[in-house]
Protein backbone atom coordinates (compact mmCIF):
# COMPACT_ATOMS: atom_id res chain seq x y z
CA UNK A 1 0.00 0.00 0.00
CA UNK A 2 0.42 3.87 -0.34
CA UNK A 3 1.61 5.50 3.23
CA UNK A 4 2.03 8.57 1.24
CA UNK A 5 -1.22 8.83 -0.72
CA UNK A 6 -3.20 7.47 3.15
CA UNK A 7 -3.60 3.96 2.24
CA UNK A 8 -2.46 1.20 4.21
CA UNK A 9 -3.56 -3.04 5.19
CA UNK A 10 -4.20 -4.03 8.48
CA UNK A 11 -5.38 -7.29 9.84
CA UNK A 12 -8.35 -7.67 12.14
CA UNK A 13 -9.23 -11.39 13.18
CA UNK A 14 -7.36 -12.70 10.59
CA UNK A 15 -8.68 -10.75 7.54
CA UNK A 16 -6.83 -8.39 5.80
CA UNK A 17 -8.88 -4.73 5.45
CA UNK A 18 -7.43 -1.80 2.95
CA UNK A 19 -8.07 1.69 3.87
CA UNK A 20 -7.52 5.08 2.62
CA UNK A 21 -6.91 8.08 4.80
CA UNK A 22 -8.14 11.17 2.93
CA UNK A 23 -10.85 14.06 3.26
CA UNK A 24 -13.69 11.61 2.49
CA UNK A 25 -12.74 9.32 5.17
CA UNK A 26 -12.12 12.08 7.51
CA UNK A 27 -15.38 13.82 6.60
CA UNK A 28 -17.21 10.64 7.21
CA UNK A 29 -15.76 10.47 10.34
CA UNK A 30 -16.67 14.11 11.58
CA UNK A 31 -20.22 13.54 10.19
CA UNK A 32 -20.52 10.16 12.17
CA UNK A 33 -19.32 11.65 15.35
CA UNK A 34 -21.08 14.99 15.15
CA UNK A 35 -17.26 16.79 15.58
CA UNK A 36 -16.25 20.07 13.53
CA UNK A 37 -12.71 18.97 10.92
CA UNK A 38 -11.05 21.78 13.31
CA UNK A 39 -11.90 20.06 16.68
CA UNK A 40 -10.71 16.70 15.74
CA UNK A 41 -7.62 16.59 17.35
CA UNK A 42 -8.62 17.62 20.52
CA UNK A 43 -11.72 14.70 19.80
CA UNK A 44 -8.48 12.18 19.28
CA UNK A 45 -6.35 13.68 22.49
CA UNK A 46 -9.47 13.35 24.36
CA UNK A 47 -10.53 9.70 23.50
CA UNK A 48 -7.27 7.99 21.33
CA UNK A 49 -8.67 4.81 21.59
CA UNK A 50 -12.08 5.70 19.97
CA UNK A 51 -10.34 8.03 17.71
CA UNK A 52 -7.81 5.62 16.19
CA UNK A 53 -10.38 2.58 15.74
CA UNK A 54 -12.96 5.27 13.99
CA UNK A 55 -10.24 6.80 11.96
CA UNK A 56 -8.90 3.32 10.68
CA UNK A 57 -12.50 2.03 10.25
CA UNK A 58 -13.83 5.24 8.34
CA UNK A 59 -10.48 4.99 6.02
CA UNK A 60 -11.86 1.36 5.17
CA UNK A 61 -14.93 2.52 4.33
CA UNK A 62 -13.54 4.77 2.03
CA UNK A 63 -11.25 2.98 0.24
CA UNK A 64 -14.18 0.53 -0.66
CA UNK A 65 -16.05 3.32 -1.70
CA UNK A 66 -13.09 4.89 -3.91
CA UNK A 67 -12.56 0.94 -5.26
CA UNK A 68 -16.58 0.22 -5.88
CA UNK A 69 -16.48 -2.39 -3.48
CA UNK A 70 -18.37 -3.97 -0.24
CA UNK A 71 -16.19 -3.22 2.83
CA UNK A 72 -17.37 -6.33 4.91
CA UNK A 73 -16.48 -4.37 7.81
CA UNK A 74 -18.00 -5.89 11.55
CA UNK A 75 -20.07 -3.34 13.12
CA UNK A 76 -18.09 -0.46 14.58
CA UNK A 77 -18.42 -1.57 18.27
CA UNK A 78 -17.25 -4.98 17.15
CA UNK A 79 -14.33 -3.41 15.15
CA UNK A 80 -13.36 -2.01 18.47
CA UNK A 81 -13.59 -4.59 20.43
CA UNK A 82 -10.81 -6.46 17.99
CA UNK A 83 -8.36 -3.55 17.30
CA UNK A 84 -7.94 -3.01 20.97
CA UNK A 85 -8.18 -6.69 21.98
CA UNK A 86 -5.07 -7.08 19.54
CA UNK A 87 -2.69 -4.93 21.22
CA UNK A 88 0.16 -5.24 18.02
CA UNK A 89 -2.81 -4.18 15.45
CA UNK A 90 -3.74 -1.48 17.47
CA UNK A 91 -0.61 -0.39 17.83
CA UNK A 92 0.03 -0.57 14.40
CA UNK A 93 -3.51 1.58 14.04
CA UNK A 94 -1.97 4.36 15.76
CA UNK A 95 1.13 4.07 13.73
CA UNK A 96 -0.60 4.86 10.54
CA UNK A 97 -3.08 7.24 11.93
CA UNK A 98 -0.42 9.56 13.52
CA UNK A 99 1.48 9.54 10.39
CA UNK A 100 -1.40 10.74 8.06
CA UNK A 101 -2.43 13.21 10.22
CA UNK A 102 0.86 14.60 11.86
CA UNK A 103 3.81 16.52 10.21
CA UNK A 104 7.09 14.34 10.46
CA UNK A 105 8.85 17.38 11.40
CA UNK A 106 6.40 17.80 14.24
CA UNK A 107 7.47 14.75 17.26
CA UNK A 108 5.57 16.63 19.78
CA UNK A 109 2.20 16.58 17.69
CA UNK A 110 2.33 12.79 17.36
CA UNK A 111 2.01 12.40 21.22
CA UNK A 112 -1.76 11.36 21.83
Same mark, same amino acid.
Given at each position: ? @? @????? !?????????? *????? %????? %?????? @??????? =??? /????? /?????? /??? =???? @? *???????????????? !??????????? !???????????? %???????????
Amino acid at each position: M @N @NFRGE !FEIKLNGKKF *KGKLS %MNALR %MLCKQE @NIELDKL =HDW /MNKDP /MTGVCA /MTY =HAIK @N *KSLVDGKKSELPLFER !FCALALDDVEQ !FEEMSKLVLEQL %MPEDDEDSKKV
